[in-house]
């Protein structure tokens, strides 16, 4: 049971992280742009490249934070300071239902329009997998104000687990938090285009944004019992 609510909230945060739409919006927008230009076997070393940046950034990004909380508090989060990360998870439940995703009848998110316009820019000039591998980097550190609360949570739980369980548990959390982007990978693979791909996106954009802001409150709530009230 030690290792039980440790590991849940490792897979809560990472299953959120997944939920969110930047990193995928921003691959169909580098497949938009290679599939035209390049042979299939360099777009599929773009992507491989663009997936790698995006999970080096969350990998070390966990590691840091998991780091600074051991190096500089020497333990896990006390009680009074896990109710300001609930409260935080509680705010951005309600800000993915009201402002992650802009109104209409597209996947544009609540990006600033500069910042939108220097990665669709960044991803139709990407030629090189140097070039992908950074913008994998760009967009994950792009999607931070939702994702930095989820890593102080699964850092949080990962330093309450033995050191080997806190590698496997920093791996799980990265697994999961990319899988939507290898899953996409698959499916173009498989014959799918970025056109239909685009539009189940579209379709299905009000179930993420539930999904998200459901996850978050079920996460805020899970903390607040097994780690604040206990």
């Given amino acids: 049971m030690e290792m039980v609510i440790p590991y849940s909230e490792v897979f809560l945060a990472a299953v959120i992280h997944a939920?969110?739409?930047?990193?995928?919006g921003a691959l169909l927008l580098?497949?938009?742009?290679?599939?035209?230009?390049?042979?299939?076997?360099?777009?599929?070393h773009l992507v491989s490249s663009y997936i790698s940046g995006i999970g080096t950034l969350i990998l070390l990004s966990l590691a840091t934070v998991a780091f600074v909380f051991d190096r500089y508090f020497g333990k896990a989060l006390y009680a009074e300071e896990l109710v300001i990360i609930v409260g935080m998870l509680v705010a951005l439940a309600i800000a993915s239902w009201m402002f992650y995703y802009r109104r209409g009848k597209s996947t544009e998110l609540w990006l600033p329009r500069s910042?939108?316009?220097?990665?669709?820019?960044?991803?139709?000039?990407?030629?090189?997998?140097?070039?992908?591998?950074?913008?994998g980097?760009?967009?994950?550190?792009?999607?931070?104000?939702?994702?930095?609360?989820?890593?102080?949570?699964?850092?949080?739980?990962?330093?309450?687990?033995p050191h080997?369980?806190?590698?496997?548990?920093?791996?799980?959390?990265?697994?999961?938090?990319?899988?939507?982007?290898?899953?996409?990978?698959?499916a173009i693979r498989k014959g799918q285009t970025v056109v239909d791909i685009q539009r189940w996106r579209v379709k299905h954009k009000t179930f993420f944004r539930t999904l998200t802001g459901v996850g978050f409150l079920v996460l805020a709530s899970f903390i607040f019992t097994f780690e604040v009230l206990v």
């Fill in 19 to 24: 939920t969110l739409q930047l990193e995928l």
């Fill in 30 to 44: 580098l497949y938009h742009a290679s599939i035209g230009k390049h042979v299939r076997k360099k777009t599929k």
């Fill in 115 to 135: 910042v939108a316009r220097f990665i669709d820019k960044r991803a139709k000039l990407t030629n090189s997998n140097t070039e992908a591998f950074s913008l």
């Fill in 137 to 161: 980097l760009l967009t994950s550190f792009a999607e931070m104000p939702f994702t930095l609360v989820l890593l102080v949570v699964a850092a949080n739980s990962i330093l309450q687990l």
């Fill in 164 to 186: 080997l369980h806190q590698l496997i548990a920093i791996a799980v959390y990265t697994i999961i938090a990319i899988l939507p982007t290898v899953i996409l990978r698959l």
